[in-house]
């Protein structure tokens, strides 16, 4: 009981983690990143990268953020920028990226799985119960995450002005406010959870080219069920479609846990919209 219980939170905690980056840049930017599921899959190569140089893998929950970062910064001025609130154009377009980083990456590293080594194989004691620490770390890393993003968004003139970007872009910018500078760093921002929820993923999934699939299906209906640059939204949607896919998955199969997800998903954006 204890072991599922866990099992249901930490499947919530990295849907979470998973998706809070897609939503940052959908809710600011009005773009829909179909190419945020490579940005994972980058964070998880770069967790290779450090595998292989030697170095701790949990250097890479450092790393990984930056290095993926550093390639949205890289895109921001020639591919990104061109599609801030043009959601049917930033579709297409960044579903052509996650083709082209999904084909680099298999030529650089090849199609096969690369296993990437566990921070630690500590376990701790439930009620009699072993449990992974490092699944109990994912609720802490989606709490860590999750308070802030909310902190930035609520405390900070960043987050104020975000927010003000968010509500009228236009008379933002008649006050002064550096549009092009705030989607740049939203980007880069929404790039780097990315890079870090890949780097936390790569020892549960090992890196594999195609990876960023799944992690952006998921996500994309948490961000859709959550709403437009809603937290708390997100928050919820990741408790309801990632315990409905863990239970189901459980209790019946894998497969099946993921088509329960989509109903899930398809019935409460139905229940939103008549609302």
């Not at 967790?47 to 701790?56: N, Q, T």
């Not at 308070?147 to 009228?168: D, F, H, Y």
């Not at 980007?187 to 992690?215: E, I, N």
């Not at 398809?266 to 919209?273: A, E, K, P, Y």
Request: charged fraction near 5%.
């Amino acid at each position: 009981m204890v072991l599922g219980i866990l099992n249901v939170l930490s499947a919530v905690s990295l849907l979470f983690i998973a998706a809070v980056g897609l939503a940052v840049i959908f809710g600011v930017m009005g773009v829909v990143n179909l190419a945020h599921g490579e940005f994972i899959m980058l964070g998880a190569y770069a967790s290779v990268i450090v595998v292989k140089l030697g170095l701790p893998v949990s250097v890479s929950l450092i790393v990984a953020p930056l290095a993926v970062g550093m390639i949205a910064l890289l895109l921001e001025p020639i591919f990104f920028r061109y599609l801030y609130g043009r959601v049917m154009e930033s579709i297409l377009a960044t579903w052509g990226l996650s083709i082209v980083l999904r084909q680099a990456a298999q030529l650089i590293f090849g199609a096969g799985y690369q296993s990437v080594p566990y921070p630690t194989d500590a376990t701790i004691t439930v009620l009699t119960t072993q449990i992974s620490f490092y699944r109990v770390l994912a609720i802490f890393l989606a709490l860590v995450i999750g308070l802030g993003v909310l902190w930035i968004e609520k405390r900070t003139n960043l987050g104020t002005t975000a927010r003000a970007v968010i509500s009228n872009a236009s008379l933002a910018s008649a006050l002064g406010v550096n549009i092009g500078r705030i989607y740049a760093g939203t980007l880069v921002f929404g790039a780097a959870l990315a890079g870090l929820a890949g780097a936390f993923l790569a020892p549960l999934t090992s890196a594999y080219p195609s990876m960023g699939l799944s992690f952006l299906t998921n996500s994309f209906f948490a961000v859709l069920v959550g709403g437009l640059g809603s937290l708390p939204g997100l928050a919820f949607a990741s408790g309801m479609l990632g315990s409905t896919q863990q239970i189901v998955a459980i209790f019946i199969d894998p497969v099946w846990g993921s088509v329960a997800l989509v109903v899930v998903a398809l019935i409460l954006v139905r229940w939103r919209g008549t609302a």
